[in-house]
């Protein structure tokens, strides 16, 4: 079946443009988290969605960074001013549901380069 | 507080050799843990997980781990490398409260 997919693959834009980055989770997956991987970096945890609660959103490294998601589809992540730190992967998974033993699915990340 | 280790951030071991990948996480009630292979500019793939039931857990492409309560590790390993296994490797864990704990990884170089 499909996986999840995210767009675009890659993004380059100018120091102070806003981007939008967009994530299709596996259909019928209550759970959607986005990550930041910079170059030789593990990964740094964004934000986490789950049905129709109220998302964490303890990892936003600042008031730049927001994200949203429709029920429990698409997600987008937007990040406004873009500065070169901002240049990294930044990676969505879903999840069937909450709960522990449940894996997450990784998208193939979209690669964002802040000029 | 909630943690997990891997212990190596670079391992380099010859083709045909023996892999081992060294995680540790803090103790609480029973976790749930996993590890994931990211190979280079691609997404992240599950490998294996332990979700309480045997302690011995075997994966894809020839990995296995094996649940120590005792050491609170979860060390993953392959009999015999290969070129293919070159990737990063994530340790990951979640609680009973549902935090999902992501380690730094393992970069693993294949010499031929």
């Known amino acids: 079946g499909a996986g999840v997919s995210q767009s675009p693959s890659n993004k380059v834009t100018e120091k102070g443009k806003d981007v939008e980055l967009r994530c299709d989770p596996i259909?019928?997956?209550?759970?959607l988290y986005w990550y930041r991987q910079r170059l030789g970096q593990g990964l740094e945890f964004l934000i986490y969605?789950?049905?129709?609660?109220?998302?964490?959103k303890s990892g936003l490294p600042s008031d730049r960074f927001s994200a949203e998601r429709t029920g429990e589809s698409v997600s987008t992540l937007t990040i406004q001013r873009t500065q070169q730190e901002d240049s990294a992967v930044y990676l969505c998974?879903?999840?069937?549901?909450?709960?522990?033993?449940?894996?997450?699915?990784f998208g193939p990340g979209t690669r964002l380069t802040v000029t | 507080a909630q943690s997990v280790t891997q212990l190596d951030s670079h391992v380099s071991v010859s083709e045909g050799t023996p892999v081992l990948l060294r995680c540790n996480y803090s103790?609480?009630?029973?976790?749930?843990l996993f590890w994931y292979v990211q190979h280079p500019n691609k997404g992240l793939q599950l490998l294996l997980k332990?979700?309480?039931?045997?302690?011995l857990v075997k994966g894809i492409n020839g990995f296995e781990a094996e649940f120590k309560k005792s050491e609170t590790s979860f060390h993953l390993t392959k009999p015999s490398a290969h070129m293919s296994d070159a990737a990063e490797y994530f340790c990951?864990?979640?609680?009973?409260?549902?935090?999902?704990?992501f380690g730094k990884g393992t970069r693993l170089h294949i010499l031929p």
């Open positions: 990951v864990v979640t609680y009973r409260d549902d935090k999902i704990i």
């Open positions: 332990y979700t309480s039931a045997a302690t």
């Open positions: 103790s609480s009630y029973s976790p749930s």
């Open positions: 259909s019928g997956h209550t759970a």
């Open positions: 969605f789950q049905g129709n609660s109220a998302p964490d």
């Open positions: 998974a879903s999840r069937k549901q909450e709960g522990q033993t449940y894996e997450q699915y």
